[in-house]
């Protein structure tokens, strides 16, 4: 899965683009932890990280 799957999928549950810094973006929902994406394009993320970030925004 790569950065713009993963944003796509955060969209749609509702969280919402707050800040960038260098690679990475920020994600907010109200009632929930900020969550942080590393970006770069096109590029999979790690199997790990990516099941971290679902996990954290209660996807998964």
């Known amino acids: 899965m790569n950065a713009k ?3 796509k999928k955060l969209e749609q549950a509702g969280f919402t683009f707050d800040r960038a810094n260098g690679s990475h973006r920020i994600y907010k929902k ?6 942080t994406v590393p970006y770069h394009g096109n590029k999979d993320l790690k199997i ?3 099941n971290k970030i679902l996990k954290d925004a209660g996807l998964k």
């Open 5 to 7: 799957e993963l944003i």
């Open 30 to 35: 109200e009632g929930s932890k900020p969550i």
């Open 48 to 50: 790990g990280t990516a």
